[in-house]
């Protein structure tokens, strides 16, 4: 399942460094497909993509699709930036538990409508900016 596509109309303030292990998420996610590494060993997903599992330490990794759905744990404004994001200013960020077990944090898009509250159903969404994707959350 494809992960819905929001454009964004600047670059990336902070662009994410492309590895050789890691340019399959981010080829991935530029498509809307939300995939991370599974270990083959013991079952585990991991994010970010990891080449050994660290839980077992397994090197049998493999990539596999991941749910778009899970619960928003906590989140902040932010309205002092950092000095690259000063222009996006206010934004949110937050923690989501993802339904498939994981903890990520991601940028908290705004819904109309649905104020953001603890413990509410989030789903994934891709902020396409210009020169690439960055994963962001939204309440559902």
């Known amino acids: 399942m494809k992960l819905e ?29 939300w995939q991370s590494t599974c ?18 330490w397994s090197p049998k990794m493999q ?12 989140w902040t404004r932010i309205h002092a930036a950092p000095k690259v994001f ?3 200013a ?11 077990g994981l903890r990520i944090a991601t940028r908290l898009v705004e819904r109309e409508g649905k104020p953001f509250e603890c413990g509410m159903p989030v789903e994934l969404v ?6 690439g994707p960055l994963l962001a959350s939204r309440p559902v």
Do not use: N
Not at 47 to 56: L, W
Not at 63 to 74: I, N, P, V
Not at 90 to 100: E, F, G, K, S
């Open 63 to 74: 990539w596999k699709e991941l749910g778009q759905r899970g619960t928003l744990y906590s």
């Open 86 to 88: 000063v222009d996006e």
């Open 5 to 33: 596509m929001i454009s964004v109309a600047r670059t990336r303030a902070y662009p994410p460094r492309v590895s050789a292990f890691t340019q399959t998420f981010w080829k991935g996610l530029r498509d809307g497909r």
């Open 126 to 131: 891709v902020l396409q900016y210009e020169d």
């Open 90 to 100: 206010p934004y949110a960020v937050c923690v989501v538990d993802l339904d498939i």
């Open 39 to 56: 270990c083959a060993a013991c079952g585990k997903f991991t994010f970010p993509p990891k080449p050994v599992c660290p839980h077992c």
